[in-house]
């Protein structure tokens, strides 16, 4: 069964500074999803990480995919109010036609 | 980009009624859609899977009889959540890939349906 672990949960962070979302999974996987959530609205496509080795970089956060270790993680840089959501990570299982399955989240919000 | 999207929006229905949630492809065909369900501060659960011309594939512990799916076409997937009780509230959100991207083959969110049963 394919299990995907995020970490933290939660995250409070000042402006300004730097994070990293962690997201481990349990079994092989070649591709990897983050997804931004506002409070009341559905998910909102950020990264697709298809690749080991493969990094991806949009404004101030930066996801990269370690297959090998199973690791993805999504780092913040100079966080702003703006980034202040819920982030999922979720991970397919190789096979077309199947559903991703979704860690359990990161709430981040991010303060003056 | 593709799209992907619910009606309705939001629904508040009586307890014991029947609530029908569509989900339609825009500019792609699906031939699987996926519904997934999230309380509040929670993750995606997905429900189940949505094969067009064929029954849906089940997760464990959702019951078939009361999440009634029937993927009619290949741009429609339909939910209809029978005899809903107040803990059916929740938000039901829809998915769908587009085969025609094989390499970066991604999958579409629609923006969800919040159901409150009264």
């Known amino acids: 069964e394919l299990k995907v672990e995020q970490n933290p949960l939660f995250l409070s962070m000042q402006e300004g500074k730097n994070y990293t979302i962690y997201c481990n999974y349990s079994t092989t996987s070649d591709r990897l999803y983050w997804y931004r959530q506002d409070p009341g609205k559905s998910l909102e496509s950020l990264f697709v990480?298809?690749?080991?080795?493969a990094v991806k970089q949009e404004g101030r956060l930066m996801a990269s995919l370690d297959t090998k270790a199973r690791l993805s993680t999504l780092h913040i840089t100079a966080a702003v109010h703006d980034l202040s959501a819920t982030y999922f990570c979720a991970v397919d299982n190789n096979q077309a036609g199947t559903a991703l399955i979704f860690g359990k989240g990161t709430t981040l919000s991010v303060s003056s | 980009g593709a799209v992907v999207s619910q009606h309705p929006s939001w629904v508040i229905c009586k307890s014991g009624t029947s609530v029908k949630i569509e989900c339609r492809s825009l500019?792609?065909?699906?031939?699987?859609m996926f519904w997934y369900r999230q309380f509040p501060k929670q993750s995606l659960m997905l429900m189940a899977t949505s094969n067009e011309g064929s029954k849906a594939t089940y997760e464990q512990g959702v019951e078939k009889d009361k999440f009634l799916i029937n993927h009619a076409s290949l741009t429609l997937s339909t939910l209809t959540v029978t005899s809903a009780h107040p803990e059916d509230s929740s938000f039901y959100i829809c998915?769908?890939?587009?085969?025609?991207?094989?390499?970066?083959?991604?999958?579409?969110f629609g923006p969800g349906t919040r159901l409150l049963v009264l």
């Open positions: 500019d792609f065909q699906a031939t699987t």
């Open positions: 998915s769908a890939r587009d085969p025609g991207l094989a390499y970066q083959e991604t999958q579409y």
């Open positions: 990480l298809l690749s080991n080795g």
